[in-house]
């Protein structure tokens, strides 16, 4: 019986994603990087579900590894942003 949970334990742990491309996934309460698009880790959270008997899975998968990266925000740059020439004055309208 306890091979049999050392197992599963490891079955369960190994097939978590706790790092993309993008960057290392984050915990529910984690802060998360706005120059990242998160989202859902569906894989982590069902491994975390099937893995509920073991108390260890879940709360690894909920503090670690929630929310997966999937992409860079793109770095938008607007015209007003960038600095005027000098003696420029811009009035409100």
């Known amino acids: 019986m306890k091979r049999m949970l050392l197992t599963?334990?490891?079955?369960?742990l190994s097939g978590c994603t706790y790092e993309t491309e993008?960057?290392?996934?984050?915990?529910?309460?984690d802060e998360k990087d706005p120059a990242l698009t998160y989202r859902l880790s569906?894989?982590?959270v069902f491994?975390?579900?099937?893995?509920f008997e073991l108390l260890y899975p879940p709360i690894k998968v909920v503090a670690d590894a929630t929310f997966c990266p999937v992409?860079?925000?793109?770095?938008?740059?607007?015209?007003?942003?960038?600095?005027?020439?000098?003696?420029?004055?811009v009035l409100p309208r």
């Open 71 to 89: 992409a860079r925000v793109p770095k938008v740059e607007f015209p007003w942003s960038q600095q005027l020439p000098e003696g420029v004055i």
């Open 22 to 29: 993008h960057g290392r996934c984050v915990g529910a309460f």
């Open 47 to 51: 491994w975390g579900i099937v893995g």
């Open 8 to 12: 599963l334990a490891f079955l369960i």
């Open 42 to 44: 569906v894989g982590n």
